[in-house]
């Protein structure tokens, strides 16, 4: 946990993972959230990560999760660039059924 929360600054945030949608292609009878439809926004995304930036200038893990975020890849693709632009460490989770 020490590596995750609290770097140089107390209020460091070392990793984060960002929600591009809940949606998803598949059915699975674990799952039990509520699937909305929605996308992040791509200036929506843009403004946290300046925010996160503020708050984690050395660096950040940024992880795009969701329900399944690569049925948006182009705000994935999008949003994991202007990340990198700020901190070198992003990463994507998928189910891989795409």
Known sequence: MQDLVGGKNKNEIRSIDLFVTERCNMDCEYVFILKATACFRLSRGKRFLDRMKVISPDGLQVTFFGG???????????????????????????????
């Not at 399944?68 to 059924?97: C, K, M, N």
């Open 68 to 98: 399944e975020p690569l049925l948006f890849p182009q705000t994935v693709l999008d949003l994991a660039r202007y990340a990198r632009e700020l901190w070198p460490d992003i990463d994507g989770r998928s189910h891989g059924g795409l």
